[in-house]
Nanobody, 120 residues
Framework: QVKLTESGGAVVQPGGSLRLECAAFGLAFNRYSMNWHRQAPGKERELVATIDSFGHTSTYADSVQGRFAVSRDNFMAILYLQMSRLKPEDTAMYYC?????????????WGQGTQVTVSS
């Protein structure tokens, strides 16, 4: 059974830093591209960062470019999101998302989320 478990969410002051982790179980982690999404109350879900299966290529939303960094450890099957210079508008539930393929069938798996609150 596939399970993605996020951790690391917390309450942090503006300008602070956090590192989120997503531990993957039950899937061939190195065959999946991975994404971080976030959703704030009353807002649409936003794709924050993506990283390819090898960890060589990453992309970021304009809103976090230069402040967030996504990485992965394929041996340990863990996805990371290093967040710095946090702003109140970064407050949201953060979700990790695995995307893979079984032939022509796309596979999507989601974690339950971890809450990040940026507040003084």
């Amino acid at each position: 059974q596939v399970k993605l478990t996020e951790s690391g969410g917390a309450v942090v002051q503006p300008g602070g830093s956090l590192r989120l982790e997503c531990a993957a179980f039950g899937l061939a982690f190195n065959r999946y591209s991975m994404n971080w999404h976030r959703q704030a109350p009353g807002k649409e879900r936003e794709l924050v960062a993506t990283i390819d299966s090898f960890g060589h290529t990453s992309t970021y939303a304009d809103s976090v470019q230069g402040r967030f960094a996504v990485s992965r450890d394929n041996f340990m099957a863990i996805l990371y999101l290093q967040m710095s210079r946090l702003k109140p508008e970064d407050t949201a539930m953060y979700y990790c998302h695995a995307v893979g393929w079984d032939g022509d069938t796309r596979l999507d798996y989601w974690g339950q989320g971890t809450q990040v609150t940026v507040s003084s």
